[in-house]
C-alpha cells in the first residue's frame, strides 16, 4: 500500500496515470531540469514513463516518489522522494523537483521535511543522502537548512546536455536530526 502523506498545505501521493499532464508540465521546462541530469521532456510519453518507473521502484522496494499536490487546488506541482534505497544499509538518497510558478514558496521545504521524518520513521533509514550540481544555489541552501552536512564533491558525477558536471554530495543522518 502506497503510503500517502500530509502536510499543512500539501498532500504527498502515488502518481496515477491521471497526473502525466502535470508531470508533462514539470519536466519539459528547462528551468526545472538545468539542474536535473537530464534533457527535458519532448511528449508527454515520456511523463508517462517516469511515472511508470516510480511505480517499479516502489513495487521492487528500491524507492518511493510522492507527487505534491496543492490542497486548495489538487494540483500536482512537483515530485519528491527515495531513489538508491538499500534497507539493508538503512540509506537511501532524496530527490526532489518543484515547478518553477512555485519556487520560493516554501512548497519543496515542505514537502522534504515531511519525506525525511518519513524515511527515518516508517523507513528506518540511518542515512539520507543528496546529490546537487555545484551551481544549483537553492537546492544546497535547502539542505544545509534542514541540516544536511556538504561531504564532498563528486566530479564529472552527472552528464547534462553532453557535458560532464560536478556535484555536491550532501548527507543528514538520524543521529543528527
Not at 539493508?88 to 532524496?94: D, G, K, N, P, V
Not at 515542505?110 to 550540481?133: C, H, P, S, T, W
Request: glycine content about 8%; charged content about 30%.
Amino acid at each position: 500500500m502506497f503510503p500517502e502523506l500530509e502536510t499543512a498545505r500539501l498532500r504527498l501521493r502515488e502518481l496515477t496515470e491521471e497526473d502525466v499532464p502535470a508531470i508533462f508540465r514539470c519536466f519539459s521546462n528547462e528551468a526545472l531540469t538545468r539542474y536535473y541530469g537530464q534533457e527535458p521532456f519532448a511528449d508527454t510519453q515520456q511523463a508517462e514513463q517516469l511515472i511508470k518507473q516510480f511505480a517499479k521502484n516502489f513495487e521492487e522496494k528500491r524507492g518511493i516518489r510522492w507527487g505534491i499536490e496543492r490542497k486548495d487546488s489538487s494540483e500536482v506541482i512537483g515530485t519528491v522522494g527515495f531513489h538508491l534505497w538499500s534497507a539493508a544499509h538503512q540509506r537511501a538518497e532524496i530527490g526532489y523537483e518543484i515547478h518553477p510558478d512555485y519556487w520560493r514558496q516554501g512548497y519543496t521545504k515542505e514537502a522534504v521535511q515531511k519525506v525525511i521524518a518519513y524515511g527515518f520513521g516508517d523507513m528506518n533509514l540511518n542515512r539520507i543522502g543528496a546529490v546537487v550540481f555545484l551551481e544549483n544555489e537553492a537546492s544546497s541552501k535547502l539542505l544545509i537548512q534542514l541540516g544536511f552536512q556538504q561531504e564532498g564533491i563528486l566530479r564529472d558525477y552527472m552528464y547534462q546536455k553532453g557535458q560532464a558536471h560536478d556535484t555536491f554530495i550532501y548527507s543528514l543522518l538520524k543521529k543528527d536530526e
